[in-house]
T-cell receptor, first 114, second 109 residues
Framework: IAGITQAPTSQILAAGRRMTLRCTQDMRHNAMYWYRQDLGLGLRLIHYSNTAGTTGKGEVPDGYSVSRANTDDFPLTLASAVPSQTSVYFC?????????????FGPGTRLTVL | GQNIDQPTEMTATEGAIVQINCTYQTSGFNGLFWYQQHAGEAPTFLSYNVLDGLEEKGRFSSFLSRSKGYSYLLLKELQMKDSASYLCAAFDSNYQLIWGAGTKLIIKP
């Protein structure tokens, strides 16, 4: 069982380019999340999905979009990348969006926007 | 606003005990998590507290006081592999996790 996989592992991107970060889980978890982690700051929620077919905005959604066509996949798209989107991006999933919904994290994607 | 406070960095000696504190202010409260994150890796789950008191799991214990908005993670018999960042996170009223910036724990021989 792989758990959660993310691709690519790292990427250098020119500003203005479009980029999709991929996230796949094989645990049949209903809820999935995208976070960014920047030095000196806590993890910040970008978007989330409580179940397939639904998505919601987190704390820092601007410049990002997501889709949840099925249970396993939750891609994150940067429509037109900007340098402030340089960060480490983590995808996570949990088997409950409510109490005791422990989140399990993918290995992360390190993105640099020049 | 919502806020999680924890020390930026702590240093401890191999074999010793260390306590990492976390205070939280959230709109509503539905439980508190501790995660461990080694450098360059993903966070991994350590503990979850929703009721007041101490939860013990081997060398790691976590304490919660809801009335004080306070939690701590206690690590006993420290090992070099415990060198990592420890992240505190609280569920708010919408069951979204609010994360602290993490405490970097340095273990010295």
């Amino acid at each position: 069982i792989a758990g959660i996989t993310q691709a690519p592992t790292s990427q250098i991107l020119a500003a203005g380019r479009r980029m999709t970060l991929r996230c796949t889980q094989d645990m049949r978890h209903n809820a999935m999340y995208w976070y960014r982690q920047d030095l000196g700051l806590g993890l910040r929620l970008i978007h989330y999905s409580n179940t397939a077919g639904t998505t919601g905005k987190g704390e820092v959604p601007d410049g990002y979009s997501v889709s949840r066509a099925n249970t396993d996949d939750f891609p994150l798209t940067l429509a037109s990348a900007v340098p402030s989107q340089t960060s480490v991006y983590f995808c996570a999933s949990s088997d409950s969006a409510g109490p005791e919904g422990t989140q399990y994290f993918g290995p992360g994607t390190r993105l640099t926007v020049l | 606003g919502q806020n999680i406070d924890q020390p930026t960095e702590m240093t401890a000696t191999e074999g010793a005990i260390v306590q990492i504190n976390c205070t939280y202010q959230t709109s509503g409260f539905n439980g508190l998590f501790w995660y461990q994150q080694h450098a360059g890796e993903a966070p991994t789950f350590l503990s979850y507290n929703v009721l007041d008191g101490l939860e013990e799991k081997g060398r790691f214990s976590s304490f919660l006081s809801r009335s004080k908005g306070y939690s701590y993670l206690l690590l006993k018999e420290l090992q070099m592999k415990d060198s990592a960042s420890y992240l505190c996170a609280a569920f708010d009223s919408n069951y979204q996790l609010i994360w602290g910036a993490g405490t970097k724990l340095i273990i010295k021989p």
